[in-house]
């Protein structure tokens, strides 16, 4: 058993339209870069040139935002749940 | 540039969008469209070298523009109002495709900023309010490699969701 990744639903075609997987890890950035080796079509959805998520990219361990966690470096073990979850913006100018 | 996809709604789902602008105007509205990917595939290729089906929206669900501090050129869906609309279209059998939005005094065409923020694959619907007045609608989809939008083609009619 590994930590269980749900992807969603805009991304699913870029990851063989799984709705998640399992990555073994323990921390959020390195389950974030196991799927995204996996599923190379991922990374430049998720992360910026500069290698940092995407600002609309929101990512939760069991529920809680990894912001107020410790971002990236948030420990994850098996049987956690990893959540991927946009946000959505834009405007006229 | 043409995708090829296209997007079907009803002249309601179509009213209750263009409406939705008029409320707000001058602030940009926003909300989710829900519906479903239909079989046969009549699009071009750009979701993860996918074709894409027609896609016919069932039902909206408006939301709130996050942005207090710029709600006449910018909206924004937190996740938790994301996790609202996927529970909503859930309890419909439906998905979460896309998203509309309108542009106070502004065309129905995606600025930059809607580019760099966009994900792939969701339909963003923009309705342009010119004085209060809802005008043109436009449909788009961010393409593969992020560097384009693509418009596509909105078909409404009476019943398009059933």
Redo the contacts between chains.
């Keep these: 058993m590994g930590v269980k990744v749900i992807i969603?639903?805009?991304?699913?075609?870029?990851a063989g339209k799984r709705d998640s997987t399992e990555v073994k890890a323990g921390t959020v950035g390195e389950a974030l870069g196991r799927l995204t080796t996996e599923f190379g079509?991922l990374r430049?959805?998720l992360f910026t040139d500069e290698g940092k998520l995407r600002?609309?990219v929101?990512v939760y361990v069991n529920d809680e935002?990894i912001r107020y966690l410790a971002k990236e470096n948030t420990p994850t073990k098996d049987g956690d749940t990893i959540s991927i979850?946009?946000?959505?913006?834009?405007?006229?100018? | 540039m043409a995708s090829g996809s296209t997007l079907k709604m009803s002249t309601e789902i179509a009213q209750k969008i263009r409406q939705h602008g008029a409320e707000t105007y001058p602030h940009?509205c926003?909300g989710a469209l829900l519906g479903r990917d239909g079989v046969g595939a009549d699009g071009t290729a750009i979701?993860?070298?996918?074709q894409l089906p027609t896609r016919e929206i069932a039902a909206l669900f408006p939301l709130v523009n996050r942005?207090d501090d710029?709600p006449r050129?910018?909206?924004?869906?937190?996740?938790e109002?994301?996790?609202e609309a996927?529970k909503a279209a859930g309890q419909k059998g439906l998905?979460?495709v896309g998203?509309y939005?309108s542009?106070?005094d502004?065309p129905a065409r995606?600025?930059q900023?809607?580019r760099e923020?966009?994900?792939?694959?969701?339909s963003?619907v923009i309705v342009s309010v010119a004085n209060g007045k809802p005008a043109e609608m436009t449909s788009w989809r961010l393409s593969?490699?992020?560097a384009a939008y693509a418009c596509e083609e909105i078909v409404v009619r009476d019943h398009a969701a059933r």
């Design positions: 969603p639903t805009p991304l699913r075609p870029y079509d430049k959805h600002s609309f929101n935002d979850v946009p946000s959505i913006a834009g405007g006229c100018d | 940009e926003c979701a993860g070298g996918v942005r710029s050129n910018r909206f924004s869906v937190t996740a109002d994301v996790r996927e998905d979460v998203w939005h542009h106070p502004h995606p600025s900023y809607d923020h966009a994900w792939p694959w969701y963003y593969d490699d992020r």
